[in-house]
C-alpha cells in the first residue's frame, strides 16, 4: 500500500494550491478517501472526506473554502485548497476510510 501525497508548497494568504494524493495497492474505486492535516503542535484532524459514490462532506470550518475530487482512473484524490489562511499550515495527508498505513504528507504553508 502506498499513498503519495503532493502538490503542498509556500503561497500567500488568499491564494490557492491543489494537492494530489496517488495511491497503490488498494481498491481505489470502492474505497472512501479522505484528506487529514497535522498542523505543529496540534492532533491530525480530518478536512475532508469522499465516498466511492462522490458523496462529500467538509469539516464545517472549512466547507466553501476546500474541495474534495478523485479520479478512479488514476486512483488519485485530490484537495481544492482556495482562499487559504495561515491558521491552514499544515502537512496534509490522504488515507482511505478504514485507515491503511500512512503515507508522507505534504506541507502547506500559508505566509506572507
Known amino acids: 500500500v502506498q499513498l503519495q501525497a503532493s502538490g503542498g508548497g509556500l503561497v500567500q494568504p488568499g491564494g490557492s494550491l491543489r494537492l494530489s494524493c496517488a495511491t497503490s495497492?488498494?481498491?481505489?474505486?470502492?474505497?472512501?478517501m479522505a484528506w487529514y492535516r497535522q498542523a505543529p503542535g496540534k492532533q491530525r484532524m480530518a478536512v475532508a472526506t469522499?465516498?466511492?459514490?462522490?458523496?462529500?462532506d467538509y469539516a464545517n470550518s472549512l466547507k466553501g473554502r476546500f474541495t474534495i475530487s478523485r479520479d478512479n482512473a488514476k486512483n488519485t484524490v485530490y484537495l481544492q485548497m482556495n482562499s487559504l489562511k495561515p491558521e491552514d499550515t499544515a502537512v496534509y495527508f490522504c488515507?482511505?476510510?478504514?485507515?491503511?498505513?500512512w503515507g508522507q504528507g505534504t506541507l502547506v504553508t500559508v505566509s506572507s
Open positions: 469522499i465516498t466511492s459514490a462522490n458523496n462529500t
Open positions: 495497492g488498494i481498491l481505489f474505486s470502492r474505497k472512501s
Open positions: 488515507n482511505s476510510i478504514p485507515w491503511v498505513a
